[in-house]
């Protein structure tokens, strides 16, 4: 079983819509989660970043995180073409030593 | 806003050449590390640099890679003798404290062996 797995999508919606994205680990361990958004060819830019369960809203983003089921989203409101990125989920265990990513989804929002 | 840069943006080089990929941290930062992304993969660890000394490497980070710290602001990788299956963008990141801390990372740098 991978350490954290994702959808690679691609994930095709019209703008405007709520996209929801999310990503299902093994490791009870990983107590940080973040999700980063990366154009084509360029570095991880970082959207969201929690600790442990519950919700944090930034703007028209929205992370959750449930430890219990060993699950996180990304939620974004009123999507636009610039969103159209790939996502990447990834988190870090207390011993903070490495990152560890998901395969990331493809998002495409359309006009 | 402070950020991660990479040098080279893209560099062309010849099997079993030597490469060094420079990276300059967020100043106030303390961790460092090194990701590679090879096209259409996952991003992968490669090594994490705190105090002047590697903390974790992964098993791609095998005697081919270095990293040095060779001044107070760069941070370094090299391959010694790069492999076709090293053609991957690099990523530096770094972050400013041991737990909570959130990972910057670099725009990286394009590595395409011939």
């Known amino acids: 079983q991978k350490e954290v797995e994702q959808d690679p999508g691609p994930l095709s919606v019209p703008e405007g819509a709520i996209v929801s994205l999310n990503c299902t680990y093994s490791n009870s361990a990983f107590q940080y989660f973040m999700w980063y958004r990366q154009y084509s060819r360029k570095g991880p830019e970082l959207l969201m970043y929690t600790y442990s369960s519950g919700n944090k809203e930034d703007g028209r983003f929205t992370a959750q995180v449930d430890k219990s089921s060993k699950y996180i989203s990304l939620f974004i409101r009123d999507s636009q073409p610039s969103d159209s990125a790939t996502y990447l989920c990834a988190m870090i265990d207390t011993g903070f030593q490495k990152l560890v990513f998901g395969t990331g989804t493809r998002l495409l929002v359309s006009p | 806003e402070p950020e991660v840069t990479q040098t080279p943006s893209h560099q062309v080089t010849q099997m079993g050449q030597e490469v060094i990929l420079r990276c300059v941290p967020i100043?106030?930062?303390?961790?460092f590390y090194w990701y590679r992304q090879i096209l259409g993969q996952k991003v992968e660890f490669l090594v994490s640099?705190?105090?002047?000394?590697?903390?974790?490497k992964s098993e791609i980070f095998d005697d081919q890679f270095s990293v040095e710290r060779p001044d107070g602001s760069n941070f370094t990788l090299k391959i010694r003798s790069t492999k076709l299956e090293d053609s991957a963008m690099y990523f530096c990141?770094?972050?400013?404290?041991?737990?909570?801390?959130?990972?910057?990372f670099g725009e990286g740098s394009r590595l395409t062996v011939l």
């Open positions: 990141a770094s972050r400013d404290r041991g737990v909570g801390g959130e990972l910057f």
């Open positions: 100043s106030n930062h303390l961790y």
């Open positions: 640099f705190y105090n002047n000394e590697i903390s974790e």
